[in-house]
């Protein structure tokens, strides 16, 4: 896959705060350990269940090695905003179970049986086992918020679990139909995806108590940088390894899902490739893979689906205008990096 830096400190009309060109997600990392630790703390004890099933399964998905994006945003932009407090550790896990629950609820409802590099949950354990042990961290997702008694927070998060089953919902609707239009699909990202990143980056400034507007800019710059994080994961199902992504390449085609590359391929495809791409869309599997995947390259579709999530990137960085200057700020600018430029 190539795609270009996005070269975001040269963008004359974003912010001028500067981040040097190596800087890493390691780096963003290293910023908030500290934080990151404290976190990891108050999972493994806001895990804990006198069920014996629900702590083997669910310690098993929390610590299957996720990149914690999601929690890593919500600290990153509370301390952006000068936070002091300790319940910004409290909400980023919340958000980890949030995110949780929802990958253990998609692997049933795709039948999935890989995810980063290990065998899925319900594969272990069943799809019951996984359905009832997501359940168990939506609530316990709840009562954590609850102990901020902060009501904005309970409606950023429970606004969030609604969306995002409305998107869990859409996605199933779009399965198998591959007249499915690239504004339906950014819908769906919008929903399912992006929309937790979203309710991350506003529990920042939330909890530091900035105006109505602060927040809402916030969530634009998580829910555009949610949305540049899903196209690159389509880019990356049709031109990553198995080893380098943690699950089957192709999954989304054998699931029958019409993500970006598919569609841009039907759109701009000759006949030939249109069918083809057509029938793997209805059929889903992987019998037509190397055909769909020389479709996907002659029509530039990875390039394209690229492109896009570079534009909501630099889309993200116009909502950071208003936040001060600091490392938290350029760690922004780098997550905005790492979620176009990454390889897993």
């Known amino acids: 896959m190539q795609v270009n830096p996005l ?5 004359p009309s974003l912010s001028a705060a500067a981040l040097a060109p190596a800087t890493s997600i390691q780096s963003v990392y290293d910023l908030v350990a500290q934080d990151k630790r404290a976190v990891d703390a108050i999972i493994q004890q806001r895990l804990h269940s006198d069920v014996a099933l629900i702590n083997q399964l669910s310690a098993y998905i929390i610590n299957s090695g996720g990149k914690r994006l999601r929690p890593i945003l919500v600290l990153l932009c509370a301390r952006a905003y ?30 999935s ?12 354990w069943g799809n019951e086992a996984s359905v009832l042990v997501g359940d168990f961290l939506y609530s316990r997702a709840f009562q954590m918020m609850v102990e901020t008694g902060n009501m904005r927070v309970m409606q950023v998060l429970a606004n969030a679990t609604n969306v995002i089953a409305e998107g869990e919902v859409m996605q199933l609707l779009n399965c198998h139909e591959p ?8 819908a769906v990202i919008r929903y399912k995806t992006a929309k ?24 634009a710059f998580g829910m555009h940088i949610g949305t540049a994080f899903q196209l690159i994961d389509d880019v990356l199902d049709y031109s990553a390894s198995s080893e380098d992504m943690g699950k089957n390449v192709g999954d989304d085609l054998a699931e029958g899902k019409p993500t970006l590359p598919l569609i841009y391929t039907m759109r701009t495809g000759t006949p030939e490739q ?9 059929q889903g599997g992987r019998e ?14 990875i390039a394209y689906t690229a492109r896009t999530a570079e534009r909501e990137a630099k889309s993200a960085l116009r909502f950071l205008d208003n936040v001060a200057e600091s490392p938290y700020k350029d760690a922004l600018f780098a997550l905005a990096e790492f979620s176009v430029n990454r390889r897993y």
Not at 85 to 110: N, S
Not at 274 to 282: D, T
Not at 288 to 301: F, H, M, N, Q, Y
């Open 288 to 301: 037509r893979i190397g055909d769909v995947l020389a479709a996907i390259e002659s029509t530039g579709a």
């Open 196 to 219: 937790l990143f979203e309710a991350a980056a506003q529990l920042g400034a939330v909890l530091c108590g900035r105006p109505e507007q602060d927040i809402e800019a916030m969530g």
């Open 274 to 282: 249109v069918k083809v791409v057509r029938e793997a869309i209805e």
């Open 82 to 111: 000068g936070y002091q407090g300790t319940f910004h550790t409290q909400l980023a896990a919340v958000v980890e179970f949030i995110h949780t629950a929802t990958l253990l609820h998609d692997d049933v409802v795709d039948a």
């Open 179 to 186: 007249d499915t239009t690239e504004e339906r699909y950014l």
């Open 7 to 11: 070269n975001m400190r040269k963008q």
């Open 113 to 124: 049986s890989l995810r980063r590099g290990r065998e899925t949950a319900n594969a272990l």
